[in-house]
């Protein structure tokens, strides 16, 4: 069964900073992998996704993410935090043959100013 | 262009009422999902319409759960009888393609908060 972890429910960042989430998934063939986020009182937002084209995948907003295979992860950088990057971040992982979604269980970002 | 839009965005709900939620969503969309978010959690699937067919069921908790999109457009969640373990946030979510679903982008409605005391 596949499955998605995201390391650290809190992301804690210095504005200016490096952002850094982490995810890796569990999945027995090649995945689609997405990335979405969620600001205060709003829906679910695609920042990103990996569909076995290009293993860097550039998003909105200034985010990326690279998949690696070898490490099955697809972790989501940004150069430099925003304060307005505060929200929270899902990674999101599945099959084409599969309709279905699986999450992570999601990290909230936090930048301080 | 309007987004998704979900209806109500709140229910408190006594247990063992029965309630429904709405999902509007945008227009000309084929394919149409629900799932539930617990508090600190990721959403977990729930459901998948294909126009008015729904084509996966199989993340619907009970039985007490039922989903309809009757016309292919608007749908419906429907929580009979319902229990405290019921109180999340119920999302849905649509898509503009029929094939690779999952390759097309999910556009998610803000949500239903749904409290069963």
């Known amino acids: 069964a596949q499955s998605v972890t995201q390391l650290g429910s809190h992301v804690s960042v210095s504005e200016g900073a490096l952002v850094l989430l982490r995810c890796n998934y569990s999945s027995s063939v090649p995945p689609y992998l997405f990335w979405y986020v969620q600001y205060p009182n709003q829906g679910l937002q695609l920042l990103l996704k990996?569909?076995?084209?290009a293993t860097l995948v550039k998003g909105i907003n200034g985010f990326e993410a690279e998949f690696k295979k070898s490490e099955t992860s697809f972790h989501l950088t940004k150069p430099s935090a925003h304060m307005s990057d505060a929200a929270e971040y899902f990674c999101?992982?599945?099959?084409?043959?599969?309709?279905?979604?699986?999450w992570g269980a999601g990290t909230k970002l936090i930048i301080k100013p | 262009g309007a987004g998704v839009s979900q209806s109500p965005r709140y229910k408190v709900a006594k247990r063992g009422q029965d309630v429904a939620l709405r999902c509007d969503p945008i227009?000309?969309?084929?394919?149409l999902f629900w799932y539930q978010q617990a508090l600190g959690q990721g959403p977990e699937f729930l459901t998948y319409?294909?126009?008015?067919?729904?084509?996966?069921k199989s993340g619907l908790p009970s039985d007490r759960f039922f989903a309809e999109r009757p016309e292919g457009s608007v749908s419906t969640l429907k929580i009979q009888r319902t229990q405290q373990e019921d109180s999340a946030v119920y999302l849905c979510?649509?898509?503009?393609?029929?094939?690779?679903?999952?390759?097309?982008?999910?556009?998610f409605g803000p949500g239903t908060r749904l409290t069963v005391l």
């Open positions: 999101a992982v599945s099959q084409d043959s599969n309709y279905q979604l699986i």
């Open positions: 319409f294909q126009n008015e067919a729904q084509l996966d």
């Open positions: 227009s000309g969309h084929v394919s």
């Open positions: 990996y569909t076995s084209a």
């Open positions: 979510a649509s898509s503009s393609q029929r094939a690779a679903p999952l390759r097309d982008t999910q556009y």
